[in-house]
């Protein structure tokens, strides 16, 4: 977020009005330098009023800083003067704060109307920042615009390593996402551009796209394709939703084509887009996308609340799909722990926004290091968290509902338990400003809840995980006795 150059602040204080400066105590950094200036002039009642004009200047870096200054000057306003000046002749033309301290005026007016003006035009307190712009890496947890994704389903599409022109297609779709959002008159016409723009990409990238399926799964890829193109769920019949302004069959007709695309990446991703460090081709790895299911028990013998029409159920399904593009070796492990049958029968425990497996070591699991791919890199970072102050935030982020990671390992937070992980309940109103979670970039996240989230809140401590079971991705999952 850039913010705008504004002109110099303007402020009138008269004798009579009083401030709060601690209120903007904060907002000022200490590096910068101030100069002030103000005109005395007599209204026509004779009452004395300052008008101070502020300027602020800082430094661009750490090595040119200069302590707090503060210049304060006076100049004479020939228009509102009076002829008899003579009760001027004791007002010096410049002086410093020990002037002010010494009863020339009140130090506490001059500071206050600082502080109003700083508050105004640099609210943020982080020394060292340009005044006029704040970069959207520096301003993450403070931006209300902060587009990370909140479901599953959207985090699991954007960690696809597909051919670019696939992901310029998603991104220009997934942009209608936040125009349905809108709740006044829909920007009909910003979405036919959005969906005019990727059809264009589709057509005139075929053969890229194609090229980028390998041989044996093209004829599948042809398939897809042209249902992306004119299929019943396509780009063309989501051009005819957009001009009928109907926002519930755009909708549909949006998930139908953002599937579609999802489907046509994961064909031409059939493996890793990187190589393992070396020390790390012993641990178990998955190498593309896996489905788990987790069937859960009360463990108090009471029911999970049906659905709308619905019967009351002992057990309740989970599905959690497993993303091993981003992270193979955690991926690798929990998907290895589950075959073994190492999560039947296992309990769990509700603790801070978080539904997280008891902790048994005996489970034979790995201490795989923690695992992070960052947004904007191409393999994953290993035994070090993110910084999220900084801009850097993960590929698969722990801010979205139903998100799955593993617990720190008792050790050394530098790795993750080689058993125990957790569902992450996300609730915006205990993240920051940016509707960020605290603990963004904190943990190994592998993948997410995407059937059964509404049986997530139902959870209470001492509930079972009756079985977990490896659905799908069971080719992918490559053990040590097989590299």
Known sequence: MRRAKTSPSFLSVTNSQLFCPFFFAMAFPLSSSITLSFTPSLPKHHSSSIHFGFRFSQARNQENAR????????????????????????????????????????????????????????PLPLAGWDFWSILPANAVLYSPETKLPRTG??????????????????????ELSYLLRIPQRKPYGTMEGNVK??????????????????????????????SLIDG??????LLKCIKDQDPDRVSVGLASSLDTVAELELLQAPGLSFLLPEQYLKYPRLTGRAVVELTIEKGDGSSFTPEVGGEPRK??????????????????????????????????????????????????????????????????LYKTTLSVQDGELPVLPLSVYGAVAMAHSDVSEE????????????????????????????????????????????????DVIKSAKLVEGQDRLVLPNES
């Open 67 to 122: 302590p707090f200054q503060l210049k304060v000057q006076c100049k004479a306003s020939k228009d509102d003067f009076l002829k008899d000046r003579s009760q001027y002749r004791n007002i010096p033309t410049s002086f410093n704060l020990s002037t002010l301290i010494n009863g020339k005026m009140k130090l506490k007016t001059v500071i206050a109307a600082i502080l109003i003006v700083a508050q105004v035009t640099s």
């Open 153 to 174: 389903e959207l985090a699991l599409r954007r960690a696809i390593p597909a051919n670019t022109n696939m992901k310029a297609i998603q991104a220009s779709l997934e």
């Open 197 to 226: 723009k990727a059809l264009k990409i589709a057509v005139d990238g075929k053969d890229s796209i194609l090229a980028s399926i390998p041989a044996d799964l093209r004829e599948k890829g042809s398939i897809l394709y042209s």
């Open 232 to 237: 019943k769920g396509g780009l063309e019949a």
């Open 315 to 380: 057990t309740a399904t989970i599905q959690v799909v497993l993303d091993g593009y981003s992270a193979p070796l955690t991926t690798g492990n929990f998907a290895k722990l589950v075959t073994d049958g190492a999560y039947d029968g296992t309990k769990l425990s509700c603790i801070n926004q978080a539904i997280i497996s008891e902790n048994d070591t005996g489970k034979n699991g790995y201490s795989v290091p923690l695992e992070i791919m960052p947004s904007g890199q191409f393999e994953p």
């Open 415 to 462: 790795y993750s338990s080689p058993y125990q992980f957790f569902f992450y309940l996300y609730d915006k109103r205990n993240s920051g400003l940016g509707g960020i979670s605290f603990d963004e970039g904190q943990f190994s996240v592998f993948g997410y809840t995407t059937a059964g989230r509404e049986i997530l809140p139902q959870i209470r401590t001492g």
